[in-house]
């Protein structure tokens, strides 16, 4: 199915996929809003048109159009601004593209799912956009008077998604006892029953790891029985970015934010996690606007180089880069599937990193959430419908799994153009973990090569000149855990304007980050990783770290 946005000269819209993320399921004790599957659907089940613009707005109750002030933020254009067009409280954001589908489908527009915004409320329409030659706008409504409502730039305002026009009015609804369905009522009641012993036993015997306290049939597509459920179950959805989007979606220098918010944001964060002031500051800053002069000075990916060129271009200089055709003619490219894996490795022990999906606090406490088992009872867990963050094979094994895991070094080259085989671990340190496998924005203390030689990841990265903004509040990790959760310059008002740069590792690459850049990761498919920190070249700079 076709989705276009056509756009005249000087329109710009800032177009995304839906992020799963939102900012009060996070705040639920142990994430446990996450666990219900029909609201992480829904929240990406679309795409987002961001604000061009930050600006607070304050409605008096009146009936007229100017009984809505509208506050931009210093600099912010005019013409981008949203405005109280038609009055009773309404304010009307312009939508800068016109929308084609395909014979027969609408398209829908609101606001973000599950993503209640104080005093304001979206309004939904329907449009027919395989045949309308016009534009549309996106209205929310006050619902109170004189509340001050705030937009970030780049905050979502407007969510769509193409339905059929014609599918609606096909439904023929009614209502039947349930006997009608009898194998229905038995899965049913299987259900039922189970989980009121599931609920019985919760409270008789709380259990410690959050992934125990609940049931995960839905979640993973299995009825009560355990039976697989239907083949298309989808757990997450991934789609597709709008082509050209991602010339829109800078604007120009970063702007300073709207006075009045800023002075109510001023006492949101202890002040030694904002920005500091100082001659070290300003240098940081000031080399961050000359970095922003250059749209080419992105994470370059070479299908060859050198020894010497990496070294003087990327480790030296500190800047990433993604290595392709590196690992082309290793067997591990074409061999490492779940069940591959599985035979060479058999039921020998490995330990693995355990009940990830919702503890906050788990790269604070990592020695706390180990597991030891199997590692063919590991892989059919993670490769089961729905098994999310629970499982995970890291580097932080890699002591422990060195001996089960030996066998498949047979698979692997070596890149002695960088690295070094003089050292504890010439291979590597291992990483597996299912789709949906999610490592929170921190840094770390030395230069790493990823290697991915199974399945694919999303890699954000910030260079470490942003530390000020990030919010670093233990060691080598953020208050921030994810950078593509929307609304977050709410709640961290420093990284506004900050840039990010995203790379999508697939198999048979590898990205060099260096020492210091944040970063956070999610695997895309089954993955397997493989980190290393033997390089030719100095390494040791954490023995330096302040603690």
Not at 63 to 88: M, Q
Request: net charge negative; hydrophobic share 40%; charged share 20%.
């Amino acid at each position: 199915m076709k989705l276009t946005c056509y756009v005249y000269s000087g329109w710009k819209p800032r177009i995304r996929a839906a992020s799963q993320a939102r900012g009060w399921m996070d705040a639920t004790p142990e994430r446990f809003a996450y666990r219900c599957l029909p609201l992480d659907i829904a929240n990406s089940h679309g795409w987002e048109v961001l604000s061009p613009v930050g600006f607070e707005a304050e409605w008096n109750g009146g009936s007229a159009p100017e009984d809505v002030i509208i506050r931009p933020d210093p600099a912010s254009p005019r013409e981008a601004l949203p405005v109280a067009l038609f009055g009773a409280g309404v304010l009307t954001f312009h939508v800068e593209g016109l929308f084609r589908t395909e014979q027969g489908i609408n398209l829908w527009a609101g606001g973000p799912p599950n993503s209640a915004k104080d005093g304001i409320a979206p309004l939904s329409g329907l449009i027919e956009t395989d045949w309308s030659p016009y534009s549309f706008t996106m209205n929310w409504r006050f619902t109170r008077p004189n509340h001050v409502i705030r937009f970030e730039e780049n905050e979502p305002f407007c969510f769509i998604f193409p339905i059929g026009r014609a599918a609606i009015e096909q439904v023929e609804p009614e209502i039947r006892p349930i006997e009608d369905a009898p194998e229905l009522k038995e899965q049913f009641e299987t259900w039922s029953a189970g989980r009121d012993a599931f609920h019985a036993r919760m409270a008789a015997e709380p259990p410690s790891a959050p992934a125990d306290k609940w049931q995960k049939n839905y979640f993973r597509g299995t009825y009560a029985s355990g039976a697989p459920g239907p083949s298309d179950h989808k757990t997450k959805l991934r789609l597709a970015e709008f082509k050209g989007a991602e010339a829109f979606h800078r604007g120009p220098e970063p702007r300073a934010g709207c006075p009045h918010a800023e002075a109510a944001r001023v006492n949101d964060k202890p002040q030694s996690k904002q920005p500091q002031p100082g001659k070290l500051q300003w240098i940081m800053e000031s080399i961050q606007r000359l970095g922003a002069l250059s749209e080419n000075r992105q994470v370059p990916r070479y299908d060859g180089i050198d020894a010497q060129a990496f070294l003087d271009r990327h480790y030296a200089a500190n800047w990433p880069a993604l290595l392709a055709g590196e690992l082309a003619d290793w067997p591990a490219l074409q061999r490492w599937t779940p069940e591959y894996l599985k035979s060479v490795i058999g039921a020998a022990p490995v330990e693995v990193q355990a009940d990830r999906s919702g503890n906050a606090d788990f790269e604070r406490n990592m020695d706390k959430h180990v597991t030891t088992m199997p590692f063919d009872t590991f892989i059919d867990r993670i490769t089961s419908p729905g098994s999310g963050n629970d499982l995970y094979l890291t580097a932080y094994n890699a002591g422990a799994n060195a001996e089960a895991l030996a066998p498949l070094v047979a698979d692997l080259g070596f890149l002695d153009k960088f690295l070094t085989r003089d050292c504890d671990r010439p291979y590597g340190m291992t990483w597996i973990g299912p789709l949906g496998t999610f490592t929170p924005l921190h840094h770390d203390l030395t230069n790493n090569l990823l290697l991915q030689l199974v399945g694919s990841k999303r890699i954000l990265l910030a260079s470490p000149l942003e530390t000020p903004r990030i919010y670093n509040d233990f060691h080598v990790y953020s208050e921030i855990r994810d950078l593509a959760e929307p609304d977050l310059t709410t709640r961290f008002p420093a990284l506004k304007g900050m840039r990010v740069h995203q790379v999508d590792l697939r198999a048979g690459e590898a990205l060099f980050i260096p020492l210091g850049w944040w970063h956070q990761v999610t695997s895309t498919d089954f993955s397997v990783t493989i980190t290393h920190t033997n390089f030719h070249w100095q390494n040791d700079f954490y023995q330096e770290y302040p603690q």
